[in-house]
């Protein structure tokens, strides 16, 4: 059973770069794709990227000029930099791997990031 | 402003059959699979439907779902309380080389 986990700060300021890391178990991150997703208080989801299993990354192209997706294999764990961040950025935030047919089936239990002085 | 449109909230007594509704454009739902996830208050979104119209393991076959040309549904039958939830669907755009997201559906079961 594939389990992900995420973690980071909970708290961001304003203007400053938000660094959220995702642990995956149960299964290797180098076999499928992972996303990260995020959802804004009383909100929708909004796709936030995603990488694939040779390291290429994708990213909404709302966010693509403040945002970093990095993979560390041998920890399997992937991580997210959303830098220069408002209140607009404020949302919890979840990992999920991402397969075929542009599912995602597997979520993390999210991590709540509010950007705040 | 979400790229798939799904009404925003919808309602329906116990028992009964709902279908919610996704539209979309031939850059997403016209020519991509299209999923359906479930989501209840504080808890994380959780896979209904995958490639239009299949279940994955443990969903009950309540629920269905169709797609056709630039639009998907969502389809549940025997409404329990326990249904009440958001539900989104998602798929690719091609045009914003994009994972797109409709804006959600609230469901009450009356």
């Known amino acids: 059973q594939v389990q992900l986990q995420e973690s980071g700060p909970g708290l961001v300021k304003p203007s400053e770069t938000l660094s959220l890391t995702c642990t995956v178990s149960?299964?290797?991150?180098?076999?499928?794709?992972w996303s990260w997703i995020r959802q804004p208080p009383e909100k929708g989801l909004e796709w936030i990227g995603y990488?694939?299993?040779?390291?290429?990354?994708y990213y909404n192209p709302s966010l693509r000029s403040r945002l970093t997706i990095s993979v560390d294999t041998s920890k399997n764990q992937f991580s997210l930099k959303l830098s220069s961040v408002t209140a607009a950025d404020t949302a919890v935030y979840y990992c999920?791997?991402?397969?075929?047919?542009?599912?995602?089936?597997?979520w993390g239990q999210g991590t709540l990031v509010t950007v705040s002085s | 402003q979400s790229v798939l449109t799904q009404p925003p909230s919808m309602s329906a007594a116990a028992g009964q059959k709902v279908t919610i509704s996704c539209s979309g454009s031939?850059?997403?739902?016209?020519?991509?699979?299209v999923s359906w996830y479930q989501q209840f208050p504080g808890t994380t979104p959780k896979l209904l439907i995958f490639?239009?119209?299949k279940r994955p393991s443990g969903i009950p076959d309540r629920f269905s779902g169709s797609k056709s040309g630039t639009s998907a549904t969502l389809g549940i039958t025997g409404l329990q309380t326990g249904d009440e939830a958001d539900y989104y669907c998602?798929?690719?755009?091609?045009?914003?080389?994009?994972?797109?997201f409709g804006g959600g559906t609230k469901l009450t079961v009356l």
């Open positions: 999920a791997r991402f397969l075929g047919g542009y599912r995602h089936d597997y």
């Open positions: 149960g299964g290797s991150i180098t076999t499928y794709f």
């Open positions: 990488f694939d299993y040779s390291g290429a990354t």
């Open positions: 031939t850059s997403n739902i016209g020519n991509n699979y």
């Open positions: 490639d239009n119209n």
């Open positions: 998602g798929t690719w755009d091609g045009s914003l080389s994009a994972v797109v």
